[in-house]
């Protein structure tokens, strides 16, 4: 069988090479794909990002399996659009993507049905939320409604934080009532977790736990950015933890979409925070896997990945057990000068490992934002590579991947060097 995987980040790359490595796909094919899956021996990058364009090249190549990778087109409504050509493809659909593409809509849900989260208040009017903010006081959490590719949310520690959170959501829209909206959230304490699952509509599959590094800098200082680096098994995702994960948020979300009409198929993750005590808050929705969280895990799935995704699309997850390596995966990001308001691209990328596993693979380098010139691999995005390894420990996987960072050179990269710190 022939695949496509929609996407050309780190996330989509770690999905392409792991359904590669399937003896029963025929070709693999990412849509536009990127430098690392350009030089993947077993991938073949189509450079097409329009939907419609997308959907005749897969009727006209006989693609047997579509796999979304990046939150874009699925709010755009690919699912529906390929679903109506008879094409399989896995993803949510339009509507049921709506968890992850309006904030607001999805705190409603989350209100309607009774899974835990965050207190909050949505404005279109800059002054009535600084009113809202100013009763609040700080810290207190901003977000953008739509998509923002993970950097729409400011964690204002300061009054005067919160207030210029809002006039750069909101400001610009001043004379324009309802052309943007924010979300004003309760500042929630506690440990974050990542929290993936996949769903056939019906029947739901919990993949490994991880955890991720927002905040650019160390110490988990600095601007908020897409990820900066993630590692799996989360220890902080005990197995009560885990239970009530299921119990309080993931099920009651497939069950109230349900109820509101919509049939879940794709992955699902939901950002937790768990308190000193246990107590399990939903921080947001994405319909996708999370990047880097993806890369981490994907190291660690022993199971076919494929026959995964073909038992999601066909309502068979039921039956189905995964099978996980028992050694951690951590994954370090590198991200170019600037990232992440400000990202310059163009530069030379120098020391990446050749692309081929020889022996029993330990580090793996996946790529986000690079392009290819000639032979020269280049930055062309903010986050750019992410390093991944395994090891029989969490310290042993974190010395595999920076004894590979250290490596790699661009001008300008930015790494953080604690990755893991958490959980060490």
């Known amino acids: 069988m022939k695949v496509l995987v929609v996407g050309g980040g780190g996330r989509e790359h770690a999905i392409a090479w792991r359904l590669s490595q399937s003896e029963k796909i025929q070709q693999v094919f990412v849509a536009p794909g990127n430098a690392g899956t350009a030089l993947e021996r077993d991938l073949t990058n189509v450079h097409i990002t329009n939907v419609a364009a997308l959907r005749d090249w897969a009727l006209a190549n006989k693609i047997g399996l579509t796999v979304v990778g990046p939150e874009q087109p699925l709010s755009e409504g690919i699912v529906d659009d390929f679903r109506a050509h008879g094409l399989r493809i896995f993803g949510p659909t339009q509507a049921a993507a709506r968890l992850e593409s309006s904030k607001a809509y999805s705190k409603a849900f989350m209100k309607r049905h009774g899974i835990p989260t965050a207190n909050y208040e949505v404005f279109t009017d800059s002054q009535a939320a600084k009113a809202y903010v100013r009763s609040q006081g700080a810290p207190i959490v901003i977000k953008a409604d739509g998509l923002a590719a993970g950097k729409g949310v400011v964690v204002a520690q300061t009054l005067d934080q919160a207030l210029d959170a809002v006039d750069e959501m ?8 309802g052309a943007a909206q924010i979300v004003v959230e309760e500042f929630l304490t506690g440990e974050e977790a990542s929290f ?6 019906h029947n739901v599959v919990p993949l490994a736990t991880s955890q991720d590094h927002k905040r650019l800098l160390d110490g988990d200082l600095g601007p908020n950015t897409g990820g900066m680096g993630a590692y799996s098994p989360a220890p902080v995702v005990t197995p009560e933890v885990h239970a009530k994960a299921m119990r309080e948020i993931i099920l009651p979300t497939i069950k109230g979409l349900q109820k509101e009409g919509i049939q879940y198929t794709g992955f699902l993750y939901a950002g937790l925070m768990i308190s000193s005590q246990g107590e399990v808050k939903t921080l947001e929705f994405n319909c996708r896997l999370g990047d880097p969280e993806t890369q981490p895990l994907l190291m660690r799935l022993k199971s076919d990945f494929f026959e995964l995704m073909l ?14 390596d028992r050694r951690a995966a951590l994954g370090v990001v590198l991200a170019v000068r600037g990232y992440p308001h400000a990202p310059v691209k163009g530069d030379v990328i120098n020391g990446l490992p050749a692309t081929g596993d020889a022996g029993e693979l330990i580090c793996k380098v996946f790529h986000a934002g690079t392009a290819l010139q000639g032979e020269q691999v280049l930055t062309d995005g903010g986050r750019v590579l992410c390093v991944t390894a395994l090891g029989h420990s969490l310290k042993e996987a974190k010395k595999a991947a920076y004894e590979q960072v250290d490596l790699i050179h661009f001008h300008g990269q930015q790494a953080r060097r604690d990755i893991g710190h958490k959980a060490l």
């Open 311 to 324: 038992a999601a699309t066909d309502n068979g997850l039921g039956t189905l057990n995964l099978d996980w």
């Open 196 to 201: 993936m699952v996949v769903v056939d509509g």
């Open 170 to 177: 909101l400001g610009h829209h001043a004379h324009a009532p």
